[in-house]
Structure formats: C-alpha cells, structure tokens
Nanobody, 117 residues
Framework: QVQLVESGGGLVQAGGSLRLSCAAS?????MGWFRQAPGKEREFVAA????????AYADSVKARFTISRDNAKNTVYLQMNSLKPEDTAVYYC?????????????WGQGTQVSVSS
C-alpha cells in the first residue's frame, strides 16, 4: 500500500503562485492532481507519466500550472501560477500502479488552496 502526502496549500491572492508537493511512500508510476471545489465534483487537473514525457492538463489550467516529478524522491509537484479565485479547492494527489491511463489506485488526503480576489 502506497501512502501519498500532499503539502504546500494555503491562502494566496489572485495572480499569485503556489507549489504543491506530493510525497509517495513507495514507487508509483502515473501520477495526477485532482481538485474539488465546494459543492462541485472532483475534477482532473494534471497528470504525468513515470518518465515525465507524457503530460496532460485540464484546459482550465493549461499555461498556468506545471506538473513535474522527481522519481528519486518519489515526489510529484504542481506549480500553480496566475492563480484565480476559481482555482480555490481541495487539491488531491493520486497515483497508479502502472503507467497507463486509467483509474487511480492511491489517493492523498488533500491540501486546501484558497485564492482571494
């Protein structure tokens, strides 16, 4: 069983930046970030393959967010720039046992990101 621990959330003004980190207790393959705003369903934000070559973003965050990973540290990052109030949500890290696209096997507890206008 792999455990995922997110960190880096907080309160920031619109236009600001935050960097989220997700540390895994073991080796993982495809990893992703999701978010859930109050009253809304959880939505996909970004994903990255083990090699870092295959990356995907939700249209709403393209050109503002960057996902990356350090396999030596079993850690994935989400650099969030030009934050907007609509980015306010609990952000979750997820990981798969394989590098293919599909359902995620492990989830973190989430970290709150709040963007004030």
């Amino acid at each position: 069983q792999v455990q995922l621990v997110e960190s880096g959330g907080g309160l920031v003004q619109a236009g600001g930046s935050l960097r989220l980190s997700c540390a895994a207790s073991g080796r993982t393959y495809r990893m992703g970030w999701f978010r859930q705003a109050p009253g809304k369903e959880r939505e996909f934000v970004a994903a990255i393959s083990w090699s870092g070559v295959a990356i995907a973003y939700a249209d709403s965050v393209k050109a503002r967010f960057t996902i990356s990973r350090d396999n030596a540290k079993n850690t994935v990052y989400l650099q969030m720039n030009s934050l907007k109030p609509e980015d306010t949500a609990v952000y979750y890290c997820a990981a798969r046992k394989s590098d293919s696209v599909g359902k995620y096997d492990y989830w973190g507890q989430g970290t709150q990101v709040s963007v004030s206008s």
